[in-house]
């Protein structure tokens, strides 16, 4: 649906908890692109946050893969471990029914076969942790050999004065990409406004800390930041040097996006944000993540527990149910033509300001063993009309696709 490079890319990501393997994120892929708006929705505990602080690298991840701008950022090994159990066990049946046929030369064949696929997902899982590791290094290498592979062709042609300063350009693009982070070009605006600013730091060093833990010591610079951030979300630079107990909850969610977005963030994960404010105070925040998001040309995945929330702000969302993704599609396109019925569950909950409506409006409770009978085949993750996907089995897929007339 775009063809340009994903900002983000979360491949079979996996999540799991303790030594019994809680599943909090059990292999969920989307993609985001540059500039969207990205909605994930789901009730409380279906792994919403998990989700978000393992793309921003707070956990391990235990499986899947994560890349943000074009990097592998994080890799989980449960991937490999996974992949040789279920090749060790397909071999084994193969090997039976040779052995049983007396073919000791395929039997052989087959040994080695195993030998060599072991061995290549040992060397995967070895580039794995060391992406996972040294992202930030390999990423900084990688600008840096892209940004001279750009500028020789453009100075074998330059001359003179052109070639000159088209050096200096050249080694200004260098000198930056050689200090870019691109693990805090991902911020996280925290669900609780509350609990996520430290009570004994000013404004000021809460705003900053990003920019002091990066490395920047220029303090007239720093202090610059804090004012223009304060500024752009809607505080006042007078707000600096003031503790989070001075201030409403709007206005600590406020501070909250000012620290995400004082690091240029390209990708910001909003967990929540305004889950825990007055419905009045709701709007003001979603306005000012939308301003922000066209001036800063942002990209961000929005997450929220109600559909209504995320409508208006998202250009597509998933939506997610106890660790996985069962739908994804356009939010116009989601609204218009709800499949899986956990959706359709969550739409039923949503009032609307409109009497009739709501004479009629009836709350549609999902109960997964009434609602599907996977006793014969599970669901996939299938695409119905294009962009529009869904958790669903044959028959499903065959019967959304009717009821959407195809
Ligand atoms: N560090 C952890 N260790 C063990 N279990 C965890 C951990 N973090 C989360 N969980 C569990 O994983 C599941 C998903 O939690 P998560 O916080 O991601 O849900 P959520 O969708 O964000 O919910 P909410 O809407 O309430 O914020 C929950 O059952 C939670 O108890
Ligand atoms: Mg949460």
Redesign the pocket.
Known sequence: MDNREPVLQVRHLKQY??RKD?K?VDDISFDIYPGEVFGLV??????????GRAIIKLYNITGGEVIFKGQRISAGPRTFTDAIAAEKKASAQRTEELKKSGDAQAVQAEEQRLAAFIQEQKQAAKEARRDQKDCVKLYRERRVREIREEYEPRLAAASGEARHALEKERDARLKEASRENIVTKMQMIF?DPVSSLNPRMTVREIIAEGLRIQGVRDEKYINDQVCQMLERVGLVKEHADRYPHEFSGGQRQRIGIARAVVMKPELIIAD?PVSALDVSIQAQVINLLNDLRHEMGLTILF?A?DLSVVKYFSDRIAVMYFGKIVELAGSDELFAHPMHPYTRSLLSAIPLPDPDYEQRRKRIVYQPAIAHDYSQEGPQFMEIVPGHFVSANSAEAARYKAEYGL
């Open positions: 908890f303790g809680f909090a789901g009730e409380s505990g279906c792994g919403k946050t998990t989700t669900q929540e997450i527990h």
